[in-house]
């Protein structure tokens, strides 16, 4: 049996630090950026917030219903293995595995992006900012190496910072159509359904993470409860949020907006000051660190619970005394940094928005298969139905090219499952 200090290793996420690394791996890179993709759309993207919001939240508690009724699966992916079979639960966890490693790609990139700024040499060629999204990746790593704690402190921490640039673009858009300064743009005189499919799917990336507190359930005190309570009350919130920002932006004009490469640093230099502006990129930049450390975290849980589930081999369920997957870390991340690398010749914009599409198809696998597994044993089905069909129209939002990528990767998935154990893993002994 576990002592309190063992388990305060294995499990060191309460309430606060499971909400935390909910909200943290949600206000990313995406929410910084999304302005620009949106700005097109102009209100027809809160339409689209609305019905991602109200997808996300559906899945959210249909996830956390799954988690209570199985306590003993170790995560969302061991849920779907339980719920829909074994070979369903490893195309699926190898799909989430991909959307996060190269989600961190992309997370990281931003983040060299946002640094720029201060650093004018990571701009100066492509190469230079894939070198510093590398290392910001390995620097991540080596924290998370210290055990899921020390990740979880600096998540907490991060997140708290990460709000700022929100609170403060909802501010002065509230100060500015007051004080008439500024005013909405006109309302659209109608919805394009294409128009809509193509919001939600862009919306979605900066609300993927929501899973996450679910996907590391083994690192979380009293699961049954504290997963659920953490999804939801970060998913809601962070989705409010959103929607504020999102209607705050409705006062710039859309082809300013669109012409923009750091849409926050825009709108605060345009109400309020350059110097503010520039406080601004510090705090996007702090968001995409604190972003980029909870999903390196998540690359790590995920392997290991679906090896401790029996769904992948032994190998990946190795871990250190700190019961850090280092083997997997690891991979993950060299996965990752190879991505940058094989895009860095590219932009930091173009590589960034691909590997954005890639990350937010292949986490769409899961969500519908948490939301079928849902149906198929009766459990929170109305959410499941929503959630089920909010992922459809996701699907096809992004379109042939983003879903063709993501099957591929997935099938890739295959000859582990021919390899995998036949019975659940026992714990793995330290390395």
């Known amino acids: 049996m576990d002592t309190v200090e063992d388990q305060a290793i294995k499990r060191p996420f309460g309430f606060w630090m499971a909400t935390a690394l909910v909200v943290g791996g949600m206000i990313g890179s995406g929410i910084f950026m999304m302005p620009v993709g949106l700005a097109p759309l102009g209100w027809i993207a809160m339409i689209a917030w609305i019905v991602s919001i109200a997808g996300a939240v559906s899945l959210a508690f249909t996830m956390s219903r799954l988690a209570q009724a199985i306590p003993a699966a170790t995560g969302a992916i061991a849920i779907t293995g339980a719920t829909l079979g074994e070979l369903t639960g490893v195309l699926i966890g190898w799909s989430y595995w991909v959307s996060v490693w190269s989600a961190n790609a992309g997370i990281a990139i931003a983040a060299a992006s946002y640094l720029g700024a201060f650093f004018p040499f990571i701009r100066a060629t492509p190469l230079n900012g894939a070198l510093t999204a590398v290392a910001l990746i390995w620097l991540l790593t080596l924290l998370n190496l210290g055990g899921a704690k020390a990740a979880g402190r600096f998540q907490v921490v991060t997140t708290l910072l990460k709000i700022a640039p929100l609170i403060v673009v909802i501010v002065l858009a509230i100060a500015a159509v007051t004080g008439g300064h500024a005013a909405f743009q006109p309302l659209p005189s109608g919805v394009a359904l294409g128009g809509l499919a193509t919001g939600v799917t ?178 929170a089905v109305p959410t499941a139905i929503i959630g089920l069909a909010f992922a459809v129209v996701a699907f096809w939002g992004a379109g042939e090219k983003a879903f063709a990528w993501s099957f591929a990767l997935m099938a890739t998935a295959l000859p582990l499952y021919l390899l995998r154990p036949r019975v659940a893993l026992a714990e793995q002994p330290a390395e």
């Open 202 to 379: 862009l919306t979605l990336f900066p609300l993927v993470g929501f899973e996450a507190a679910g996907v590391a359930a083994e690192r979380v005190r009293d699961p049954a409860r504290n997963v659920m309570r953490a999804t939801m009350a970060g998913t809601t919130g962070t989705g409010l949020l959103y929607l504020l920002v999102s209607g705050a932006f409705l006062i710039v004009p859309m082809a300013t907006l669109a012409g923009s490469s750091a849409p926050f640093e825009l709108f605060v230099s345009t109400y309020w000051t350059a110097e503010a502006a520039l406080a601004i990129s510090a705090f996007a930049a702090i968001a995409t660190i604190g972003a980029l450390n909870g999903w390196v975290l998540i690359q790590g849980e995920v392997p290991l619970g679906m090896a401790r589930a029996g769904l992948l081999p032994g190998w990946f369920g190795q871990v250190s005394s700190r019961d850090v997957p280092v083997r997997v870390l690891f991979l993950s991340s060299s996965l990752a940094s190879v991505l940058v690398l094989f895009n860095s010749s590219a932009s930091l914009g173009q590589v960034f928005v691909f590997m954005a599409l890639l990350a937010t198809c292949s986490s769409l696998w899961l969500y519908a298969a948490i939301a079928i597994g849902a149906i198929k044993r009766r459990i």
